[in-house]
């Protein structure tokens, strides 16, 4: 073990730890798990740094998208509608050209092609805005998803199809919030964001390890998004069924084991997946969280006012998250250990 403490003290490549073990320096052992340590810290590095890429780059694309907007909204009145649409339709001509130029295999050629997709929408707003069509706001993000789908199709590139499944999911909210009565729409809303998501995880880590490689994104923020939205619903819908909301009074019951079945089925079936399948700890955080919320809501919820439930439900909450991060922690040892 000292042969080991002292080569990852020390900042040495792959060949110094050949040259180390060659010499006597460090043990066989130590030189198998050396390697195996810089192993993983290059490839953390490498993914972090893509990440960032990423991150910087698809920032720049949606700073550019919300130039466009402004540029349109600043200068509305002193532009003929053919300058408009002769604007907007170059921009996605020209961003769909470098795409092409580019290649789809390239990071630039899927950024530009993203770029093509996202000036889609205010080419539609501007449509809408111009002629006045008086059309609800989800007919806007359902002609946006229809149009670019074929583009989302080639595109070989998970961001595009996460903000294609954005204005899908904004489509079907907005619908339910338009169409649907109030607050059967709110609720119908939060149903439909819940299930939908969970399908589209699904579906998402199936193809990402089966079939489609490039789906696997660095540090995973997309199947991450996917379950945040998923937690979400899922938390917000059982703290309702906890509470009986007299807002959501007259129609909670048609959602009510809906919710509390996808609740109490879903939470285990993530945390299998998560801790035994395919290790997360974001995820597994992120359902201790709902756990947490939703345990403390409905101890709170059976108690009476006071001091004494107050004290109780702070000691509740920190034995929980002890708890939490104990399991956590014997999760990430028992997957450095493979």
Same mark, same amino acid.
């Given at each position: ?231 979400? !619903? $899922? &938390?917000?819908?059982? /703290? ?5 909301? +007299?807002? *959501?009074? #007259?129609? =909670?019951?048609? %959602? ?31 359902? !201790? $969280? &709902?756990?947490?919320? /939703? ?5 709170? +919820?059976? *108690?009476? #006012?006071? =001091?004494?439930? %107050? ?28």
């Amino acid at each position: 073990m000292a042969d080991i403490a002292w080569a990852l003290r020390t900042e040495v490549k792959a060949e110094q730890l050949d040259a180390f073990e060659k010499e006597g320096l460090l043990s066989k052992e130590a030189h198998t798990d050396a390697l195996e340590w810089i192993g993983k810290e290059r490839a953390s590095w490498i993914t972090w740094r893509a990440f960032v890429s990423y991150v910087f780059l698809f920032l720049g694309i949606g700073l550019l998208v919300a130039g466009v907007i402004f540029f349109f909204a600043y200068n509305w009145a002193n532009m003929g509608r053919f300058v408009k649409f002769g604007l907007l339709e170059i921009a996605i001509l020209g961003a769909a050209l470098i795409a092409w130029q580019r290649g789809l295999e390239k990071l630039g050629g899927q950024a530009s092609l993203l770029l093509a997709i996202l000036l889609v929408g205010p080419l539609l707003a501007v449509y809408g805005q111009t002629y006045q069509t008086g059309a609800d706001a989800f007919t806007l993000f359902l002609g946006w998803f229809l149009l670019v789908f074929g583009w989302v199709l080639i595109s070989r590139l998970a961001a595009a199809w996460f903000v294609w499944w954005v204005l899908v999911l904004l489509t079907v909210v907005l619908f339910c919030a338009q169409v649907i009565p109030d607050r059967l729409g709110g609720l119908s809303a939060l149903s439909a964001m819940m299930a939908m998501n969970a399908v589209a995880l699904a579906v998402w880590e199936y193809l990402s390890i089966r079939r489609f490689p490039w789906l696997q994104t660095p540090v995973r923020w997309v199947p991450r998004m996917l379950l945040i939205v998923i937690l979400y !619903a $899922l &938390s917000t819908a059982m /703290v309702l069924v906890i509470t009986e909301s +007299r807002y *959501m009074h #007259d129609e =909670l019951p048609h %959602f009510r084991p809906f919710w509390v079945l996808g609740y109490v089925l879903g939470m285990p079936l993530l945390v299998w997946v998560y801790a035994l399948r395919r290790v997360d700890l974001f995820a597994l955080v992120g359902v !201790a $969280l &709902s756990f947490v919320v /939703v345990s403390t809501v409905f101890v709170g +919820r059976w *108690m009476k #006012d006071g =001091l004494e439930t %107050f004290f109780f439900l702070s000691l509740l909450v920190i034995a929980e998250v002890a708890l939490a991060a104990f399991l956590l922690r014997k999760v990430h040892h028992h997957a450095q250990s493979k």
